[in-house]
């Protein structure tokens, strides 16, 4: 049974809920979150997390439309009739597994979908802020929809303590430790599997090496860069009125 439930103004629910707001639609503002995909985030007890509906459109969501879940995928709060997305599972059955992961995304970003697709063609870092998955993106070798327990943990199992997979011919999974993490994730994400197809029309690739991302690493301060992305792309969202500047707990 699903309840309308409002969270107090102040709450740390309420500040999740805007931050999954305003994260959905930047990244759909960029391009990045289209028709379908979905920002998830862990809530304090553990067990529940917020996520936007089947039918939600994700240029017009809000704080309120929120649902919360529990790790079965089961809608606990929400209007009445309304169902979660079909692959819920994908986030629960994460958040299951890995304790270290408070937010989720699921995306379809065409361009990287594409070096699932072709042979001898991953998914390297050739940007430095790929640093992040310089441990590897696996491949899920199953293409289909997430939408039972079981499919889901089958892809936590192929994402094991790694921060980002893919889907082959599908799309793609992201994991931070937080909404504001997960967002620039995305960002560098795309941005980095558009340098690799780019550096392949060009020539022979040469991609970051291990050392190479060491270096970068020693002086690259993640919290710092989160903050000061996360202030530019909120600002710039607040200034254009994608993202409603009382929002404080998304505000820059």
């Not at 709450?11 to 707001?21: D, G, M, N, T």
């Not at 994400?189 to 558009?194: G, I, L, S, W, Y």
């Amino acid at each position: 049974m699903t309840i309308n439930q409002r969270s107090p103004s102040g709450s740390v629910e309420q500040k999740l809920r805007e931050e999954v707001a305003a994260c959905t639609l930047i990244l759909n503002s960029l391009g990045i979150l289209g028709y379908s995909g979905h920002v998830s985030a862990r809530l304090p007890d553990g067990q529940h997390l917020l996520i936007q509906s089947f039918d939600q459109s994700r240029a017009s969501l809000r704080p309120d439309d929120l649902l919360i879940c529990d790790l079965d995928g089961v809608v606990v709060a929400g209007p009445e009739g309304i169902r979660a997305p079909a692959e819920v599972y994908l986030h629960t059955e994460i958040l299951r597994a890995r304790q270290d992961v408070q937010a989720v995304a699921h995306f379809h970003d065409d361009l990287a979908t594409t070096f699932t697709i072709v042979k001898n063609r991953p998914l390297l870092p050739v940007k430095n802020h790929a640093i992040r998955w310089a441990s590897g993106i696996p491949v899920h070798p199953d293409p289909s929809h997430v939408s039972d327990a079981i499919l889901g943990r089958a892809l936590a199992e192929t994402l094991g303590q790694k921060q980002a997979l893919q889907i082959r011919a599908h799309g793609q999974v992201i994991v931070a430790e937080s909404v504001k993490h997960l967002l620039i994730d995305l960002i560098h994400f795309v941005e980095n599997a558009k340098a690799l197809y780019d550096a392949h029309m060009l020539g022979e690739v040469e991609p970051l090496t291990a050392g190479e991302l060491e270096d970068f690493g020693r002086t690259f301060n993640r919290d710092r860069h989160v903050h000061k992305l996360w202030k530019y792309y909120a600002g710039r969202a607040i200034d254009s009125g994608i993202v409603p500047a009382d929002w404080s707990y998304a505000a820059p």
